[in-house]
């Protein structure tokens, strides 16, 4: 393998081999018609997640991800992730959400919700459906991987009902095919793009979040401050331009205006 060749990894969040199976197979056959990739399927399924066990002790986010009593396989998977170029979440819609194999994975990995670090990494979506409900499922999961810090390439949304007609059958091979290129490019994007207001909005409002603490023991606290993040423009080193610049102070003033308001009232417990 050259350093050229880029890694990209499907997480399955379906223990089967089904519509999603299928169309995530078709993606793959027609990114590779524009370069090489070193290819990884992980079936969620096959991974020791302690699914649905997660008592909510927030220890990740306070602590640190190391204080979690679950030894499971959620480092190797995070791994994974770190050392892929590009991710592709793929997952049928069961009951309008997730299959409950991939929520228990974004669960999993909350903590990095709160410390992204995907930065310079392409993600995308893949979600099969019977009949309706998963745009707002492609839209939730491109929601979490742009928290997770990735660049996130808009993904798709494939009605896979079971038998399928020919008309039906060409529409996802084309709905497949515009997302497979729409992934390359975003996975060959050369540098770091400058954030939206909305990631920057995110971004500046966390960060003062964060700062508020003021408290050396929190994990999110040291974690901003290691990452130079208390002073930065934003989580990446990017030229945000005059009116973003601008933005960005007025919303650092609003942030603190608010945290040195809740400040001043009395705390429930
Ligand atoms: C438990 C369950 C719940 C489902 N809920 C929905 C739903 O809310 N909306 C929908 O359009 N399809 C729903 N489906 C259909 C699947 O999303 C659809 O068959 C999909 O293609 C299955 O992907 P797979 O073949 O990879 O398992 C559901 C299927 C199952 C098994």
Known sequence: MTSQVKKVTVFLGTPRKGATYQAVQEFVA????YTEIDWEYVCLNDYNLNTGKCKGCKLCFNKGEEYCSFNDDRDL?????????GVVLATP?????VTALMKNFIDRLSFVLHRPRFFGKAL??????????GSSIVKYLESV????????????????IEPRTVVE???????????AARFYKGLMRPTLPAPSFFRLFKFRISRTMMMGIQDETYRDYRYYKEKGWDKSDYYYDVSLGFIKKLT???IDYLGNRMVAKRKTMTLVN
Request: overall charge neutral; hydrophobic content about 40%; charged content about 15%.
């Open 77 to 85: 998977l995070l791994e994974i992730m770190n050392n892929s170029d």
């Open 93 to 97: 819609n069961y009951s309008f959400q």
């Open 248 to 250: 960005g102070r007025f």
């Open 124 to 133: 995308t979506v893949i979600v099969a459906q019977g009949v309706f409900g």
């Open 169 to 179: 059958q060409e529409k996802i091979t084309q709905e497949i095919k515009k997302a």
């Open 145 to 160: 991987g742009g928290d997770w810090g990735f660049q996130v390439v808009k993904g798709c949304c494939l009605t896979a």
């Open 30 to 33: 027609n990114l590779n018609t």
